[in-house]
């Protein structure tokens, strides 16, 4: 595997991106070739795998132009999923089937516990879905270029954790890849990459230091540590997953192409449908778009709506992994959402338009929700129900309650990185503005020293071992 | 943005080109090799080797004394300033000799890392005409398989002396000391060995942490653990009664055949240093945590060890006994009197002239 932040990523994408600029006609083959060459690096194995389910897919979507197309559907449907089960669930559900009827499987199956996750599996399989119905629903027309169904699939910078991207969003673009404008989006692409590798390596890899200590620990944290915990992970999380993105972006917009954001600053959410606006958006849009509007979205009364709520939350929280702390942390984002949906109805009823709009209400409402994101995170990062649910019960119930220097230096860290969450808001509502001024009011030669500061602050500055992505293993 | 990537390059073509000359010698080597920054990266050590032959030539240093060994050598847990290296610096300042010392030893190292070691410094220009070599019972205690016969240097061996790699390849192996380098490995291996930001960046970050120190008046912690005398930490002995520490105290007559990693290393190292002035010691032992010392077994395999030397005409020094009790910081580490003992009978002995293979 090769990681984005890592000196031979940089290497091998300067020598592709030299050899895609100086041969246009040529880049669409490179793009493939790269993708399949970045993919393998992963195992030959699990790309064997991928190579075949693409092709697959491109056959099934082209037959869903044909007569028996529902049938196809499905079928694209259930290899795509059956695919994702097998290599994430199997085990998973044997061993809740071992429980529940009190047998011996996996010892006669011994093989599963072998099993090894495809990396981007969960990702790409989400995205050859979204291809297969949108392609049914006509939407968006089958691919006829195998090589550019391929890239759709596999580009290296998303292939791995997203962003996941719809056929009608990127299929297009590589249709036009010889004549794609590229220099305008290099500056953009540079800024993205640059904000991404800041995120990774100067903050995510430094906080996941404390957050995993705090974490290894947590059955002897009182209510105040497994709260710094909790924020730390937060934060981790935030700036590990949006680094990502970020850094895919950027590459990609380096190709000049574009993919979608994942997150807009999420913690500055009033409350979970927002969240789910400004948190992985390609995933809480795909989840709306192919889960629960088929479900039956909000078109069946109130009651149907919440249930299809917490299905598809719930659904949601089971993509991320093949355990019941993401299944919980799922279900509870659902009740989040019923809860705001219910809290919408009675605020209307109330009437107290000016105060609701009020910036105090405001701070308020992000202030609360930001809390209770973090006890949904406790889920997602505890390695067993057992230690979730006892470092929640003491988040909520007061145990142990003290306040020290030590845990005055970390509040005063979450405070910081809060900030920085609010400094990051500001920067990509004035970017246009801010860009313009950096390159009106300073020289091209103090431009450069700033530059080669931030490379060397990024190189000195960052861990010794590279980590990869919290998301990797999703 | 031409202009700005002109400008770039340009600055970062500086930064390669001056970065060797400007990082201070103190963030890489002070008194011993910086173990922070060396551990999660030994190709670190080669910075710390090109940092000190730039010393060496710079100020023409002619006669210089090179220590290698353990955690014993390197002097933990205590400070830098309390080490042997540093103590024998003062000890020749004080017989009013000009000799330099220099102290390459880190903690884990096995014998294989330490001939490795004499094989980089050879590698880097640096003399070996005048070694000292610390040895500890446990490395000819029978691996099981672990610990592995080269901890550090397992790459660094691979590519100076790649039959005596072969040899040991099954031990390293056994002890998961082997991992496949993939391609992308290569590739970071090729680039961060050769770009000096990258081989720099670990001392520049300790050296920006030392004057970040510094400018806010606060003391630079370097001692590798906590450096009380033994007899005031609680839970040593339950920590010794655990099987790994008991293993290394192991009574059973030692192999000193070449099917010994130990002896095969000590072999080459003696055979590399024919000629020049080599003082091998053994570390001492808390007799008070390790009461296996008293057992005959024991006792023999000292002398054992002792005859190996002396047959072979190498001055060796066996310091079991030669320590106070009260000087151990835990079963086989010191505090600094006790570093400072040894390190006054290593000049004394150094001097002598009589150490010459």
């Not at chain 1, 903050?203 to 996941?208: F, K, V």
């Not at chain 1, 299809?308 to 919980?328: C, D, K």
């Not at chain 2, 806010?216 to 590798?224: C, F, P, S, V």
Request: net charge positive; with cysteine.
């Amino acid at each position: 595997m090769m990681f984005f932040q890592t000196p031979e990523f940089f290497f091998c994408l300067f020598v592709v991106l030299a050899i895609y600029y100086l041969l246009p006609r040529g880049r669409m083959v490179l793009l493939a070739a790269v993708s399949l060459a970045f993919y393998a690096l992963a195992g030959l194995g699990p790309a064997a795998l991928f190579v075949g389910i693409t092709i697959a897919n491109y056959f099934l979507g082209k037959a869903l132009l044909g007569p028996h197309k529902k049938r196809f559907l499905w079928a694209g449907i259930i290899l795509n999923v059956a695919n994702l089960v097998f290599f994430k669930y199997t085990l998973f559900f044997l061993s809740i089937a071992e429980k529940v009827f009190n047998i011996a499987l996996l010892p006669k199956i011994p093989f599963v516990a072998d099993l090894v996750l495809p990396v981007g599996i969960s990702f790409y399989t989400f995205q050859f879905i979204s291809y297969l119905v949108d392609v049914y629903q006509q939407k968006i027309p089958p691919s006829q270029n195998l090589l550019v169904f391929w890239v759709f699939g596999s580009f290296f910078p998303h292939v791995v954790s997203g962003p996941i991207m719809r056929g009608g969003e990127l299929i297009p673009q590589l249709e036009q890849i010889q004549t794609l404008e590229i220099r305008q989006n290099i500056r953009l692409g540079l800024g993205y990459l640059a904000m991404g590798l800041f995120k990774k390596l100067l903050i995510a890899d430094y906080i996941a230091v404390y957050a995993n200590n705090f974490f290894a620990g947590s059955a002897s944290l009182g209510t105040v540590e497994t709260w710094i915990a909790a924020y730390l992970y937060t934060f981790q999380l935030y700036f590990d997953f949006s680094a990502y993105s970020e850094m895919a972006v950027g590459i990609a917009y380096l190709f000049g192409i574009k993919l979608n954001l994942n997150f807009k600053t999420p913690y500055l959410s009033a409350n979970a449908t927002e969240f789910w606006r400004r948190w992985h958006i390609t995933l809480s849009t795909w989840i709306r778009d192919y889960i629960y509007i088929p479900l039956g979205g909000s078109r069946q009364g109130e009651l149907r709506k919440y249930l299809n709520l917490f299905l598809a939350m719930s659904i949601s929280g089971l993509w991320h992994g093949a355990a019941f702390t993401f299944v919980i942390w799922g279900m509870y984002h659902g009740l989040l959402l019923i809860g705001h949906n219910i809290y919408r109805k009675f605020k209307a009823r109330l009437g107290l338009k000016r105060f609701f709009n009020s910036a105090a209400y405001r701070f308020l409402s992000i202030f609360i929700f930001f809390h209770l994101t973090c006890i949904g995170w406790v889920f997602f990062r505890a390695s067993s129900l057992q230690q979730a649910w006892q470092m929640v019960h003491r988040m909520v119930i007061p145990y142990q309650l003290n306040f020290s220097a030590y845990t005055g230096k970390f509040l005063l860290l979450i405070a910081g990185l809060y900030l920085l969450h609010i400094v990051e808001n500001w920067v990509r509502e004035h970017a246009a503005q801010i860009g313009g001024a950096w390159e009106r009011l300073f020289p091209p030669p103090l431009r450069a020293l700033a530059y080669t500061a931030f490379i060397l602050v990024l190189i000195i500055f960052s861990q010794g071992q590279t980590s990869d992505f919290i998301y990797f293993k999703f | 943005m031409k202009k700005t990537a002109v400008y770039l390059l340009l600055f970062l073509l500086i930064i390669e080109l001056i970065l060797p000359g400007v990082v201070p010698l103190k963030s890489a080597y002070d008194s011993r090799m910086n173990y922070t920054v060396v551990k999660d990266n030994p190709a670190n050590i080669d910075v710390v080797l090109d940092q000190i032959k730039h010393q060496i030539d710079s100020q023409n240093i002619k006669d210089y004394v090179i220590i290698l060994g353990d955690s014993v050598a390197h002097s933990g847990p205590g400070p830098a300033d309390e080490s042997i290296g540093a103590r024998l610096q003062e000890y020749y300042l004080l017989a009013g000799q000009k000799k330099a010392v220099f102290n390459l030893a880190m903690p884990a190292m096995q014998t294989g890392d330490i001939y490795t070691m004499i094989l980089k410094l050879d590698e880097h220009g640096i003399s070996t005409e005048n070694l000292i070599i610390n040895l500890i019972y446990a490395g000819f205690v029978e691996r099981n398989p672990d610990p592995p016969v080269v901890f550090w240097l397992q790459k660094d061996l691979a590519r100076l002396d790649p039959a005596s790699y072969e040899q040991v390849t099954p031990q390293l192996t056994a002890n998961g000391k082997i991992a496949r380098e993939g391609p992308t490995q290569k590739l970071n291996r090729l680039i961060t060995e050769r770009l000096a930001i990258f081989r720099y960046k670990d001392f520049i970050k300790a050296d920006l942490q030392h004057r970040f120190y510094e400018l806010t008046d606060r003391q630079e912690e370097n001692a590798l653990g906590d450096p009380r005398p033994w007899y005031q930490k609680e839970g040593l002995q339950k920590l010794l009664a655990s099987p790994e520490y008991q293993r290394g105290f192991a009574v059973k007559p030692f192999d000193m055949s070449q099917g010994n990693p130990q002896i095969f290393f000590l072999e080459k190292i003696i055979k590399h240093q024919q000629g020049k002035k080599t003082l091998v010691f053994m570390a001492p032992v808390n007799y008070e945590l390790v009461p296996q010392v008293h057992d005959a077994g024991y006792q023999s395999n000292l002398q054992t060890v002792k005859d190996y030397f002396a047959v072979r005409q190498v001055a060796y020094i066996d310091f079991h006994g030669l320590v106070d009790q009260r000087l151990f910081s835990d079963h086989v580490h010191l505090i600094g009197p006790g570093y400072s003992l040894m390190a006054q009978r290593l000049g004394e002995e150094s001097l002598a002239g009589e150490n010459q293979l």
